[in-house]
């Protein structure tokens, strides 16, 4: 018998949509910072880490690599600027998910954590902004922090999972996510991975990556807790 089932959810596209919110708070902040609007059709955000976003931004206005100073400056002045973009741009909470994290909340069995490409600053404006930070336990989520790469967060996942709570093999582990970096990130640290087409990639997309289980929206709270309570690993 499984001791926990512990959740760790995307953001962008998974819980919440902001309007492009992050997009307009970055293109500003590479203006400022380098004199340059970012170009963004040439550069890959959907399912990336926010240090990944600002690498390509700075080596596409720049010509040259980015140093991790240059990242980690154009992600500070980034979160400085997200929260008015997030006033003025029209985001929304996707369906069912406010419903199934206060239904899964009440349960002692279950654990809510975040696996995202944002920082830990960028995660609480958002999820703070949007009213569902109440449901989550920040300080055992994995944030991308000093990480480009969203398997390496999802490493840092599982030494979380490690040191809270023991062997990750004795509880259900499970990654949901909007994108087929979700999906493989959550593979790769042997998690159940639930891919939701409510972002930019369609089920069928998603489906070729073959998740645990794909869904064109989530179910409501009693079909969602009654697929993970009859899962095994």
Partial sequence: MRLLKILFWDID???IRTGKAGLYAFAQATTELWGKAAAFENIATAGMTDNY?????????????????EI????????????PE???RKGEVLPEVANILACLQERQDYKLLLLTGNSRAGAQIKLNYYGLHKYFDFDRSAFAEQYEKRDDI????LEIVRSNWGDPREHGIYVIGDTPHDIACGKSIGAHTIAIATGTYSLDQLQFCYPWWGVETLPDAQTFE??????RL
């Fill in 13 to 15: 596209g998974t819980l």
């Fill in 53 to 69: 976003i600002a690498r390509q931004i700075i080596e596409v206005s720049s010509g040259r690599e980015a140093s991790w100073s």
């Fill in 72 to 83: 980690d400056s154009l992600c500070r002045r980034y979160e400085e600027l997200l929260m």
């Fill in 86 to 88: 997030l006033t003025v």
């Fill in 154 to 157: 999802a490493g840092r996942a």
């Fill in 226 to 231: 009654t697929k993970i309570a009859a899962s």
